[in-house]
């Protein structure tokens, strides 16, 4: 090696580093700019639900709470309503997870297995639904005629079987368990039940984490099939009775006259936020607890 390529090879290297240095402050720029995006709007919302309704409207908060009040969440806590939503979406949600998880993973994991026979079959059925289907009037008479109709099974029983679901999960069957450990199960007597549960489920935790994320936000933000499916009060969701509260205040708003009317408007405006709020926030703290999974759990299971 020649004296000047000694010289040059320390120059050469310092020029890549500095432009690796300025591609890594623009590559973190962007991600703080992008975090800022998305975590501005969700923090606007928390404040406004705190922040006196004209301050909000007339565009004085965009930082802090201006006008600092609780009157929303005082007005939304007070209806009776919505401790029944609140129960009723917790009953939802977990029945309907475990349900869930239970219908999709088995189907999974049979269809992962090379030995189920018309597997192929079954798979092409299965994507078939993903779709077409029969349409609302169709179902709706399906459940009316099983007698689901207006039923707390209405909520958690005829959608719990999710496709893509099962796609996600058959696909992290196929690559993450290997065959050989059903072939060293068999020889120790192991039959398929006890393989699945004691061993197939326990090495299934990042997937089962995932899907069961996904299908308890389902869960949680589903207002449409109990508004087609529910005409039982005490049976509505949060989402359907924080909906309800929210026409009803926005009626009252715009019927009333004088100060009374400014005041109904006020309170309706403050709901808005605080509606967001009481909806979102027990399912934003559950997020934490899965999130080590997530990324292991999608990437894994992901349809190649």
Known sequence: MSAMETVAQPALHKQKRRSWDVMEWLLYSFAIVMLILIVYPIYFIVIASFSDPAAVANGQMWLFPKGFTLDGYKELLNHSKIWIGYRNTLLYTVVGTIISLAINVSAAYALSR????????INIFFIFTMFFNGGLIPTFL???DFHLYDTFLVMVLPFSVAVFNIIVARTFFQSSIPGDLW??????GCGNLKYYVQ???PLSKAILSVLALWTAVGYWNSYFNALI???DQDLYPLQLVLRNILITNQMQSSMGTGEAALIAMRLANLMRYSVIIVSTLPIMCMY????KYFNQGVMIGAVK
């Open 183 to 188: 072939e060293a199960a068999q020889l120790d």
């Open 114 to 121: 090379k030995d189920l026979v018309g597997r192929k079959s």
């Open 229 to 231: 499916y529910l005409k």
């Open 288 to 291: 934490p607890f899965v999130q």
């Open 199 to 201: 061993i197939v489920l």
């Open 142 to 144: 399906t459940i009316r």
